[in-house]
């Protein structure tokens, strides 16, 4: 089959969702099929941690001849569960999106119970350490069908609030696990008194325990419903061709390709500290006291990043948090690395984590939201192999490197001397290469260029309305002034022009451009008195403009036509705000939630004294042209103040001169505009830095 584009491969991107994300977790455990299958994940877990704890006791008590051959064991454990991600973690997501994701999981988990079943009855070595290897290629299978299965069973817009209790559940059981199995030491060493097998086999419960937890979430998930879609199309491949096109489709695919490069860059980070902790800490003369609480801070910070990261920025593009968010942590790494105060560090390393935490809960629902069901699984299988080979990697090579380094000296003045370990050093360098990763993966994968992200992240803290997505095609021209100062006329004769230019040119209005606005332009125009107070009349024409951008200017933009209203955000800041003398910022956020943030490229304002603007009336005044001579006065500095803030983005014309003079500098200035956007190919912008409409 030939590889499928990258729109057809994706979902629907969602880099402001339709409707905000809802974190409400009691809201997405309410959902009965989710509700089972994390109910299946939390045994599986809690299985796995216990299986850990179980197994590497049991490797150093199964070799009872020194203990450098126990650290042999246990390190052969460790080991072990790293080999199969590199074997088997592609075949894993072939599978997970060929078959039946219920009995993937079903099945893997009875294997899995039955291995655990048989570690203490067999009670050698060699079996344990053949069954660690298949437990993990097992486990392997197992989590892209779950991973995968997630976005099926809940809406869009939960699916985040989904992974962050699924993330935190499965990180969360580890301490569960922990006091389970010394639980079940204690009474294994009572049962001891009674029964031999305990004394030669002490963590024979904790692994039965184990093999009864995967049986339970076998149970759970057995008559689970999952939908998938298209799983017809992936059958009909043969496995191999699967497989080839999950790779393609990550290599290919900007934004699968910026995760990926954003995770490898985090975890290798992430595999550098935990490499190096221990003798970071002892660099800093805090000894395993210091390890431990750093060890905490960590996971205290991940566990905050994932709970409350997501929520605290809901309104965010994800593929912006979760770029930020691996920037942060490199930063954050470097700042750890140069601060020799184990205070600090201990602080800086909680928000470390918190910014993994977030960076790894949106990676994951970046995945959900984005992938299309029938190549997440290998999705996820890809990315998960491509972890593991990372951290093995670092592990591997930063002892090696912080060696090779040795202690470096830094003389910040002539009597002053800090000495850095060479594992502050190196972390030092892998803070720098999380954060440009990270800074790559923004580059790679932002869904709002042209938007500033300072301007995002402001809004999504205010809990205000995101900002829509930039249109990137059309073209958006606005005219503006007082009433009388010429503006249908330059708009015709500009749509002329265009037109025999052979653009598709759109010629609309405020107010009254849709149906509903037609009703509201009537009463906001009419002239007997219904007693409009000052907020309701701005409030109806943020709801004329609503409808206006909804039904008229962004589909004309989406299609590529050019756009030419006569009046738009700026007549509401010169009337309501300069004239009625509302706040100018209540207003233009008025006018933000209204319009999404959608502002024209140009606007030209024609600027004419009212009274000149007063004599060229042919019908008799409406309710505004109504108003006092000094509330048009103010109008039109109301329009001047806002082109002098941003003139480039304005284009003032004296409207005194005669029609033919305004024309030929209109065209100029639109053909100059058009001219420099040809390159660009220059939308509709999206509220540009400092803008605000
Ligand atoms: N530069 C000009 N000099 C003199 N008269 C003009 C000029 N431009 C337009 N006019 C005339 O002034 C009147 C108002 O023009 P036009 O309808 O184009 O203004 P407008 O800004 O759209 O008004 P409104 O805001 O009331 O809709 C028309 O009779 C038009 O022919
Ligand atoms: C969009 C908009 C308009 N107005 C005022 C300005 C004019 O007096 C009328 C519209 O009449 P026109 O003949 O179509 O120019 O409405 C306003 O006060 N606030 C606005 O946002």
Known sequence: MRFRGESEALTRVGNVPDQPLDHDVRGVLQIAPFRRLWISLSFSSLGDWLGLLAITAMAAELTTDSSADQNYAVAGVFILRLIPALLFAPIAGVVADRLDRRMTMVVTDVLRAGLFVSIPIVGSLWWLLVATFLIEALSLFWIPAKEATVPNLVPRERLEAANQISLVTAYGSAPVAAGIFTVLSLITAALGARFEFFVTHPASLALWLNAATFLFAAATIATLEIPRDNVERAKAENPWRNLVEGWKFVAQTPVVRGLLIGMLGAFAAGGTVVGLAPTFVRGLGAGNPGYGLLFGAVFVGLALGMLLGPRLLAGLSRRRLFAMSIVAAGLLLMVIAVIPELPVVVLFTVALGLASGVAWVTGYTLIGLEVADELRGRTFAFVQSMVRLTLVAVLAASPALAGAVGRVDFHPTDDVTVAYSGAAVVFLGAGAVAAAVGFFSYRHMDDRKGISLVRDVTSALRRETPLADPITSGFFLAFEGGDGAGKSTQVARLAEWLTARGHEVVVTREPGATAIGRRLRQMLLDTQDLGLSPRSEALLYAADRAQHVEEVIRPALERGAVVITDRYVDSSIAYQAAGRALSASDIERLSRFATRGLMPTLTIVLDVPPEVAAERRL??????????????????????????????????????????????????????????SAGAQRPGSQQPEGSTP
């Open 619 to 676: 019908l008799p005044p409406d309710r505004i042209e109504s108003e006092s001579m000094e509330f048009h006065h103010r109008v039109r500095q109301g329009f001047l103040d806002r082109a002098a803030r941003r003139p480039r983005a304005y284009f003032v014309v004296d409207a005194t001169k005669t029609p033919t003079e305004i024309t030929a500098a209109v065209l100029q200035r639109v053909a100059q505009l058009m001219d420099e």
